[in-house]
């Protein structure tokens, strides 16, 4: 299937003691989600109910002092302490299976070579097992299976992989470089490695790795990956984001970027860029989550006098017109009330069209379709409205956008007095995630 790609743009312009506003196009938008972050940035993941996790390395970090982890609330609430002690840390894993965020930790005191694994709960972190190596690079693949990187283990630097709980890890190979920047690509048992200007894949069907994306040194700059993450709007895994911090010595001024890539190889064409205009400054790390939010760590200057990184958050307008977009308009009549549904997306392309009961908890829930499987986006009481892609049942071939791109439905209901969350999912092959666009959420009530 094709992927379309758009281009965003995150401008931060230094001028003295003046930070630009982040410019997007119209189509999206980005916002300062949180500031005044004082973790380091090594590492960063999201959660599926939008929480992020941050990895902060002290300076002086390891061997000696442990490392600590900041929670950033999905209302951008900081909370610089959500982890202190433990040890020093990892990369910051997302499992697909449960929704939840995983770091491993191993003590900078003791000599025996292990990891501890922590699973990343809303009360605090939660130990759910330990491996024998020294974890740097952590991810975890749609089966929850641990990939640890390592270069310190009772068998051979490389990377290595839990195939269950408590299992004995199983060695995959020698890796990539340090093997401490790795990304698992979903939908497949592939992983993704990072190391100084390049990113490399080991799948189980080839000896060693394969080239997935580098880019040209040029003299005086120092490029360096910073971070992988699915890509953005594609959690089922069709390839990644690369972070890229480059500096130029000449100037005194970089360039943070993320580079999308599909299944086989990256793009040198970056889908988001921000310069910046001081030594040790710039994008840090960047994630995703499985909302499809891109969550953007820099520590280049903002509008906000706050010390400290500022974290981004980049999302996907919705409103009339606009891809993926729903609108629902509820009149009171005497017999109950009139509701009419507007919902945009690209003409053609089936519509699943549904709610469920509000106020929900949303749980973990896999919901698969003729695309692939969509997780996290409705819950056990869903109730579907329009089905046409014919996920609950056979195709209806009403649910289809229709040429315009405008697809509208006008619902008499009787007086229920309920509440509902409705969402609408567009499987489209041109859709940027290449699979399907999951509308934004909306609160109806129902007099």
């Not at 982890?69 to 990369?91: D, H, K, M």
């Not at 793009?267 to 939010?293: D, H, W």
Request: aromatic letters at 8%; proline letters at 9%; glycine letters at 10%.
């Amino acid at each position: 299937m094709h992927k379309s790609l758009i281009a965003i743009i995150l401008c931060s312009l230094v001028v003295t003691n003046v930070a630009a506003q982040p410019a997007t196009p119209a189509t999206f938008n980005v916002s300062l989600h949180a500031d005044g972050i004082v973790a380091s940035g090594e590492a960063m993941a999201a959660d599926a109910w939008g929480n992020v996790f941050i990895l902060n390395r002290p300076a002086g970090g390891p061997p000696i002092i442990s490392d600590s982890i900041t929670r950033v609330s999905a209302n951008g609430n900081v909370a610089a302490a959500y982890t202190t002690g433990l040890g020093v840390g990892s990369q910051i894993a997302f499992n697909p299976v449960d929704g939840k965020c995983y770091v491993a930790v191993h003590s900078p005191f003791l000599t025996v070579v292990l990891s501890t694994v922590y699973r990343l709960d809303n009360a605090g972190p939660v130990q759910v097992g330990t491996t024998p190596l020294i974890a740097a690079g952590f991810t975890i693949d749609d089966d929850g299976r641990w990939i640890f990187g390592t270069q310190t283990a009772v068998g051979n630097p490389g990377i290595y992989r839990h195939d269950s709980l408590g299992g004995t890890p199983t060695y995959l190979g020698p890796g990539f470089g340090d093997n401490a920047t790795l990304q698992s690509v979903a939908a497949s048992q592939d992983i993704l490695i990072a190391y100084g200007a390049q990113v490399r894949r080991w799948s189980p069907a080839t000896v060693g790795t394969l080239s997935y994306w580098s880019t040209l040194i040029t003299p005086n700059s120092i490029v360096r990956v910073t971070s992988l993450a699915r890509s953005y709007y594609d959690q089922l895994g069709r390839g990644a984001l690369i972070g890229v911090n480059a500096f130029t010595t000449l100037c005194s001024c970089g360039v943070g970027s993320a580079f999308p890539g599909s299944p086989t190889s990256g793009s040198n064409a970056p889908f988001a860029t921000e310069s910046y205009g001081l030594p040790r400054s710039g994008l840090r790390t960047i994630t995703t989550s499985i909302r499809g939010a891109m969550y953007w760590l820099t520590d280049a200057p903002t509008v906000s006098t706050t010390p400290g990184k500022a974290l981004y958050i980049v999302e996907e307008d919705h409103g009339p017109g606009l891809p993926a977009s729903l609108q629902v308009n509820v009149a009171a009549t005497t017999t109950g009330s009139l509701v009419d549904i507007h919902v945009w997306g690209a003409p053609g392309s089936p519509l699943l069209l549904g709610a469920f009961p509000a106020p929900a908890v949303t749980p973990w829930l896999e919901v698969y379709t003729p695309y692939g499987w969509i997780i996290n986006v409705f819950h056990p009481t869903y109730i579907p409205v329009v089905d046409g892609p014919g996920v609950f049942g056979p195709p209806n071939p009403l649910g289809v956008i229709p040429s315009n791109g405008h697809w509208q439905l006008s619902i008499s209901l009787p007086p229920l007095g309920i509440q509902l969350v409705s969402e609408a999912l567009i499987e489209n092959s041109d859709a940027p995630n290449g699979w399907f666009n999951i509308s934004n959420r909306q609160l109806v009530n129902l007099p």
